[in-house]
């Protein structure tokens, strides 16, 4: 902050001092006085001072002492006229920063005062799991870079929360919400991690998650975890946030931080980023790495990223992207990595063919996401798209396969990733231990029984392995290539999830059954959701699903109809 200011800050803090001394202390004149009025300004109230005994001088002294004191050892930004940067996209909080109107220092401590005014407390949101100690060192350290050399590009000093499943070498820990990876502290960045801090990405913090990310019990609630608690839906708090990225998509909806990343195996990108009223887009396999992250499945995790907006959404992902020797995909990551961000305009759907994915999970339960459908329909063709309805994907025997398939990769993958760590539980087995001794705190809500199944399953070699994953590829895959080929569309659509359900810790998550995330889930291709709609002030997304490495194409589509179409709306939280 500039010296002005400073003085300017000094001066008013001093008129508010005097004004607090002249309502609380009985040494001041009546508020009747002809003398001195506490609402003349601070000159007036200098002038009076002349008045008063020197006791009263003296106090005056100290008052201009102290403004003196904050001069030399700085203001903190708590004292000063809050600007108000919720909703703020990356652009606009860029060029505040260029101006020299902003700060990532001044961001980073408006979201950590944020999280404590309405995720610690007030609607207790409950969707930071951790705060980053570094966090504001970072944004200074980026700071004095800025003034130094420039920014390093768009998500420089940007604050960004993590899900709690991806690894941080840092003071953090990495838990993915189980208590049995409490103090679990990584030696290693997960390469995603590396790439953000590359890009000038400020870590924030770490997000809450469903435990496990949702991959411990069939009745379970979406965005508890035993060291987390539940996370709460910040258009309704007694509804749920979705999963398993459940704190990743709260954090940005209420703006407690600009960007977040979430990770996704079947719809724990797009589910929570759809009931949250925000982007979300699940990556093509293989094209953000996956080192690093606590795994369900090889075979379909990824990392993604959520954000309030499309060009948010694809700013973030360019810079997790890399080519990642270690990732198991790393063979067939493009030649070129593409800035997803650029060349975005509300002209995309221009000339696409889209497709209506009609026989999704659910589909026709509820009339009121069937209107928002049409709506969406009717917002593509004004857009300039070619609409082909309905489509029907030929998907029988896919879910059972991938079941099978998690089960299997759950437990090679996570033994995997825990002998190589230095994580207090070095196997699958030691956690269903650990979580029947600690039963109280571990499981006061539901069980295991997934984590047991899957320690049942054999090696990757057994042959119901093999089949189930070459089933799993081969239909989901055919499904959306088949789709796309007969009727030459450049994308399908399809809800992404109906409205949130009530949060329900006897029962489990007991949702609408609508969804539509598997296809891309699955075959490992591209999809993002955007808002569509609401029912009843409950945010309804909308999927765009395509091809392999689709994903640029995807990003143009959507962001050309989030500019033409439905325009979202933040929570109720403030």
């Known amino acids: 902050f500039s010296m002005v200011w400073n003085v300017g800050l000094c001066q008013t803090m001093l008129t508010q001092i005097y004004r607090l001394q002249a309502l609380f202390s009985d040494a001041w004149p009546a508020r009747n006085s002809t003398t001195v009025r506490a609402t003349r300004p601070a000159e007036q109230l200098d002038k009076n001072m002349q008045k008063y005994s020197s006791l009263k001088c003296i106090r005056h002294l100290l008052v201009r002492a102290v403004c003196i004191s904050l001069l030399a ?9 809050e600007a108000d940067y919720r909703e703020m996209d990356i652009e606009t909080l860029q060029s505040l920063m260029q101006q020299n109107k902003l700060s990532s220092e001044t961001l980073v401590r408006y979201y950590l005062d944020r999280i404590e005014a309405i995720d610690r407390h007030g609607p207790k949101l409950n969707s930071v799991i951790e705060i980053n100690p570094e966090a504001i060192t970072i944004a200074k350290t980026l ?11 768009p998500m420089h000093g940007i604050p960004v929360l993590l899900k709690a499943n991806i690894d941080t070498a840092d003071k953090m820990e990495t838990t993915a919400g189980s208590l049995a990876m409490k103090g679990h502290i990584p030696t290693k960045d997960a390469y995603t991690v590396q790439m953000l801090r ?6 924030l913090g770490k997000a809450n998650l469903s435990e496990w990310a949702n991959f411990r019990s069939d009745h379970s609630s979406s965005g508890w975890s035993s060291i987390g608690g539940q996370t709460r839906n910040p258009y309704d ?19 407690l931080t600009s960007v977040a990343v979430g990770t996704e195996t079947n719809g724990s990108v797009v589910c929570p980023s759809s009931i949250n009223g925000i982007v979300g887009i699940k990556p093509t396999l293989g094209l953000v790495s996956r080192s690093g992250i606590i795994p369900i499945a090889h075979s379909q995790d990824t990392a993604g990223p959520m954000a309030r907006t499309v060009k948010d959404a694809a700013i973030l992902l360019t810079a997790m992207v890399g080519r990642d ?12 990595v593409q800035d997803f961000a650029a060349g975005l305009s509300a002209d995309a759907l221009k000339g696409k063919r889209i497709g209506v994915y009609r026989n999704h999970g659910g589909a026709g339960v509820d009339a009121r996401v069937e209107a928002i459908v049409a709506n969406t329909i ?3 063709e004004s857009l300039g798209a070619e609409i082909v309805d309905p489509v029907e994907v030929e998907k029988e025997g896919m879910g059972a396969a991938q079941r099978e398939v998690l089960y299997y990769e759950f437990k090679a993958d996570l033994n995997a990733y825990l002998e190589s760590s230095n994580a207090p539980m070095k196997s699958l087995a030691d956690i269903i231990v650990f979580n029947t001794a600690h039963s109280d705190t571990v499981m006061p809500h539901f069980g295991q029984e997934v984590l047991i199944e899957a320690q ?6 057994d042959e119901n392995y093999l089949q189930a994953v070459k089933d799993a590829k081969r239909i989901s895959q055919a499904a959306i290539d088949n789709a796309l080929q007969t009727h030459e569309l450049d994308a399908l659509i399809a809800p992404t999830r109906g409205p949130a359900w009530m949060t329900d810790h006897i029962n489990g998550d007991q949702s609408s059954g609508i969804y539509s995330s598997s296809l891309a889930a699955i075959s490992g291709y591209a999809s993002i959701t955007v808002p569509a709609g609401n029912i009843v002030g409950l945010p309804i997304g909308i999927s765009f699903i395509g091809r392999a490495f689709s994903d640029a194409e995807l990003i143009k589509m959507a962001y050309s109809f989030e500019q033409g179409g439905y325009k979202r709306v933040p929570p109720p939280v403030d």
């Open 143 to 153: 700071d004095a870079e800025r003034k130094t050399s420039g920014p390093r590009g």
């Open 73 to 81: 050892f700085g203001v903190p930004a708590l004292y000063a006229d």
């Open 198 to 203: 590359k890009a000038g990405a400020v870590i």
């Open 378 to 380: 009717a917002t593509l």
């Open 237 to 255: 708090t007694a509804r749920n946030p979705c999963g398993s990225s459940s704190g990743s998509a709260v954090s940005v909806a209420a703006s």
């Open 325 to 336: 020797a270690n990732d198991p995909l790393a063979d067939i990551f493009p030649d070129k």
């Open 456 to 461: 049942e399953k054999g090696p990757l070699t």
